[in-house]
């Protein structure tokens, strides 16, 4: 009952900037939780960044400091800034869409809903 679109991907330059944006649409509620993964080539997938309804969120470590996750809940949608990117960051993005979780690892998940994933490319 909730779908998630996903926009922003593309190529870029290494140090260049990139914005992905995350819809959710359907039976949404004010309280929820949108986190962004990513899967890099030959990789497993990993965290990347989770916000909450209230605008807690977390950045996941080497990104910290590029990254800035934001979302505006008038829209129900989600974004991931991404500054000075570099070749490592190269990779399928997705986003996801979590029910309301408490405790020190809220932003683990599970997640309930996916994205299909947009392609951020960085070339060297």
């Known amino acids: 009952q909730v779908q998630l679109v996903e926009s922003g991907g593309g190529l870029v330059q290494a140090g260049g900037s990139l914005t992905l944006s995350c819809a959710a649409s359907?039976?949404?509620?004010?309280?929820?939780?949108m986190g962004w993964f990513r899967q890099a080539p030959g990789k497993e997938r990993e965290f990347v960044a989770a916000?909450?309804?209230?605008?807690?969120?977390t950045i996941y470590d080497p990104v910290k400091g590029r990254f800035t996750i934001s979302r505006d809940n008038a829209k129900n949608t989600v974004y991931l800034q991404m500054n000075s990117l570099k070749a490592e960051d190269t990779g399928v993005y997705y986003c996801?869409?979590?029910?309301?979780?408490?405790?020190?690892?809220?932003?683990?998940?599970?997640?309930?809903?996916w994205g299909q994933g947009t392609q951020v490319t960085v070339s060297s």
């Open positions: 996801a869409y979590s029910r309301p979780r408490y405790g020190s690892s809220w932003y683990k998940g599970p997640y309930d809903y």
């Open positions: 359907g039976r949404t509620f004010s309280m929820y939780i």
């Open positions: 916000i909450n309804w209230a605008g807690d969120n």
